[in-house]
């Protein structure tokens, strides 16, 4: 994590944990933190199933999920492994089988709880598996589906009942020797899980799988996927994340980009800075910006846009932005670029002439990187 001399309020000092790959995906250390979706197709049907992964990968997935639950979701993983250009984790249930199959057909990574597998020959058989194909584990702890004992003996679902059953499961991997994995405790509930996450955080150096579970719709999900993750990313835990969402798989990788955006813990594509509006607008900024967010979904290079109403707040966020523009009288307003006031623009030709600055900004941006890389190496 870059840490900021001149501000040092916005520094995120992230947790150690041991860094583990995905597929090509590094999670863990200091890997930026990666986000994830999962599919919502029937996994035996290969064409949706793809197309949704690649639609999330260009919404910026770096990993996604897709559940296996039966011998023809884990015959129709080869080929989706083989059309997608993330890495794919297998969600396994609780058959032994599925997860070795889904191991042969290329997953990256298995979602499995080694206690639910059953004896211990089928353990070390799942464990062989994952080890021969290069695949790591996610132990997924989740409030609702705790194992009984530890209801008995906490008497509810519990953060201290979530860690012991993460260390239970993470004691199974390690008697067997593998190490190639990482550790979720979701709950629905945003105390439950920041509590338990705080102390798994604590109990093991395993990188660590965020996620508030079935945190509801995209407007109410987002903004409880927002307080509990970002209340444990700001405390630096969590070396991946999922959003997870009753809406388009697309949506989860978004609103998990938001949440690290925010944060700046990753950047991708264009930040719009904008104006909630008022009367004194000069155009017609909440019409404008949902126009220019889709219109600059293509641009994935790291950079600002700020798009505000009027001059009591234009030009002072303009100063701190890749691309301005600012409201102003008789149908025209202010173009700064590079933080700096630069060309008059009038209202109606905004539109295409804002995307055309961000383009060429973002070209300028990537030369730059490209000079400053060629020139480190
Ligand atoms: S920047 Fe101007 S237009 Fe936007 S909300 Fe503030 S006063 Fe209103």
Request: charged content about 25%; some cysteine; hydrophobic content about 40%.
């Amino acid at each position: 994590m870059s840490h900021n001399p001149i501000r040092p309020w916005r520094n995120i000092d992230r947790r150690t944990s041991r860094q583990i790959h995905v597929g090509k995906v590094p999670v863990g250390g200091d890997a930026p933190i990666s986000v994830q979706t999962m599919t919502n197709t029937d996994s035996s049907d290969v064409k949706a199933t793809v197309a949704q992964v690649l639609a999330c990968a260009e919404a910026g997935a770096d990993i996604v999920r897709v559940s296996t639950p039966d011998e023809s979701s884990t015959r129709a993983l080869k080929e989706i492994v083989a059309e997608s250009p993330v890495p794919i984790v297998a969600d396994i249930h609780f058959h032994y089988k599925r997860a070795i199959e889904a191991a042969e057909a290329g997953a990256a990574c298995l979602r499995i709880n080694p206690g639910n597998i059953g004896d211990k020959a089928r353990v070390r058989e799942v464990i062989k598996a994952a080890r021969d194909h290069g695949c790591s584990i996610r132990i997924g702890v989740n409030a609702g589906s705790l194992e009984k004992h530890l209801l008995e003996k906490y008497g509810e679902p519990c953060p201290e009942a979530m860690v012991e059953s993460g260390m239970d499961h993470i004691r199974i991997l390690q008697d067997n020797d593998f190490h190639e994995f990482k550790i979720s405790v979701k709950a629905s509930d945003v105390f439950l899980a920041a509590a338990a996450y705080q102390g798994i955080a604590e109990a093991t150096d395993a990188p660590i799988h965020l996620g508030i579970t079935e945190a509801g719709t995209l407007n109410a999900g987002t903004v409880k996927s927002s307080i509990g993750l970002g209340n444990l990313l700001w405390a630096g835990i969590g070396d991946t994340l999922r959003v997870s969402l009753s809406a388009d798989p697309v949506e989860e990788v978004r609103v998990g980009f938001e949440i690290l955006k925010s944060l700046g813990l990753r950047h991708r594509g264009v930040n719009i800075i904008s104006c909630p509006s008022c009367a004194r607008q000069g155009f017609d900024v909440i019409k404008t910006v949902e126009t220019l967010e889709q219109r600059l979904e293509h641009i994935k290079t790291p950079m600002s846009l700020s798009i505000i109403g009027c001059v009591v707040n234009g030009p002072g966020e303009a100063l701190m932005t890749d691309v301005g523009f600012t409201g102003g009288g008789a149908g025209a307003g202010m173009v700064y670029l590079s933080g700096k006031q630069s060309h008059k623009l009038s209202n109606e030709k905004m539109i295409e002439h804002i995307v055309e600055q961000v383009e060429t900004k973002a070209a300028e941006i990537e030369a730059a990187a490209a000079v400053a890389e060629a020139a480190a190496e």
